[in-house]
T-cell receptor, first 115, second 119 residues
Framework: DQQVKQNSPSLSVQEGRISILNCDYT??????FLWYKKYPAEGPTFLIS?????DKNEDGRFTVFLNKSAKHLSLHIVPSQPGDSAVYFC??????????????FGTGTRLKVLA | GAVVSQHPSRVICKSGTSVKIECRSL??????MFWYRQFPKQSLMLMAT?????????EQGVEKDKFLINHASLTLSTLTVTSAHPEDSSFYIC???????????????FGPGTRLTVL
């Protein structure tokens, strides 16, 4: 059962335009959401996060939107740059039945920014 | 910002040998570290959660006798792949839980990963 889903495996965007990456989750107990960027053969890099008490968090060119009623979050990158080409993972965290926080990752979306 | 290192970054070994991968949090104390495995074109798969001073909690389907995890200090966790076989070849990534100086909330910081190739 995939609790965190990124339904678009890939996305191509022209340089300078907006990139929108989407993520859906099923567990309403998730209370913290994160986006990671990953280049080939490297570990993921933390990008931006949002807690469930907010609906928007902005950091430079990156903005994350959270729609709790729809259990949906999105990452907006504007303007997109060729260096943004990477795989983007969304992750959700919440308290497990054992009392620890657990991070669940989506399957990733490969973003390609065309020059 | 917080930094997590992994060593080695790449290792090639013969089938049947054991390989140890180290994960260190460099400028913060991590009571909890996580070990992930990534298969080609797939998401990160959580293997186990490692808490300092206690036994690791393994995810379903992960053999604890095959993947030995030791979290001896607040800055070091090790993953030992015992009697490695070619199917163990993968990209192993650790992460450590620390407090973001900006958000003030706990965030995972990932290591750069270790590419294991078993011949």
């Amino acid at each position: 059962d995939q609790q965190v889903k990124q339904n678009s495996p890939s996305l191509s965007v022209q340089e300078g335009r907006i990139s929108i990456l989407n993520c859906d989750y099923t567990n309403s107990m998730f209370d913290y959401f994160l986006w990671y960027k990953k280049y080939p053969a490297e570990g993921p890099t933390f990008l931006i996060s949002i807690s469930s008490i907010k609906d928007k968090n902005e950091d430079g060119r990156f903005t994350v939107f959270l729609n709790k009623s729809a259990k949906h979050l999105s990452l907006h990158i504007v303007p997109s740059q060729p260096g943004d080409s990477a795989v983007y993972f969304c992750a959700a965290s919440g308290l497990t039945t054992s009392g620890t926080y657990k991070y669940i990752f989506g399957t990733g979306t490969r973003l390609k920014v065309l020059a | 910002g917080a930094v997590v290192s992994q060593h080695p970054s790449r290792v090639i070994c013969k089938s049947g040998t054991s390989v140890k991968i180290e994960c260190r949090s460099l400028d913060f104390q991590a009571t909890t570290m996580f070990w992930y495995r990534q298969f080609p074109k797939q998401s990160l798969m959580l293997m186990a959660t490692s808490n300092e001073g206690s036994k690791a909690t393994y995810e379903q389907g992960v053999e604890k006798d095959k993947f030995l995890i030791n979290h001896a200090s607040l800055t070091l966790s090790t993953l030992t792949v015992t009697s490695a076989h070619p199917e163990d070849s993968s990209f192993y990534i650790c992460s450590a839980e620390g407090t973001s100086l900006v958000e003030g909330t706990d965030t995972q910081y990932f290591g750069p990963g270790t590419r294991l190739t078993v011949l």
